[in-house]
């Protein structure tokens, strides 16, 4: 196997942006989707608050996470990461499981905190193989894809 090329902060981010969007896609169609049972469409979109909202919330956020788990235990990469050419694969370069994919991204809101990745920049400059902590916890890597 050739050696691999760990992929650092550029790269990644603009897949994460990528992948953001695709996230906030997932989100506006679940509320649309939910909306009208709760009365809560309006006529620039819709609008939930209490209960209703938190179920949108809570349904966005497993799809999100499955969107990330799936795709990267099946492909190695998200639609960003695709467009990036970079993948996830684990530290011995063999394909990313369901287990690490899921660890790697559940960890994902911690790599978020306390605002828009900063602890995941940090231990990405900070580590040889350029691993945020998800990818730590997962035994995962982020490469370019060979």
């Known amino acids: 196997m050739s050696k691999m090329r760990y992929q650092g902060i550029w790269r990644r981010g603009i897949a994460q942006v990528i992948d953001i969007i695709i996230s906030f896609i997932i989100f506006t169609l679940i509320g649309f989707s939910f909306a009208p049972v709760f009365n809560g469409l ?72 306390p605002f828009l990745y900063i602890i995941g920049v940090v231990f990405i400059t900070r580590s040889e193989p350029k691993q945020r902590l998800g990818d730590l916890f997962a035994g995962t890597v982020v490469i370019e894809k060979p």
């Open 42 to 113: 309006t006529h620039t979109g819709f609008h939930l608050t209490g209960l209703p909202a938190l179920i949108v919330i809570f349904l966005s956020g497993m799809a999100v996470l499955a969107y990330f788990t799936i795709l990267e235990s099946e492909l190695g990469q998200t639609l960003g990461k695709l467009v990036m050419k970079i993948k996830v694969v684990k530290e011995d370069g063999s394909s990313c499981d369901y287990p690490s994919s899921l660890i790697r991204n559940a960890l994902r809101v911690v790599d978020w905190l």
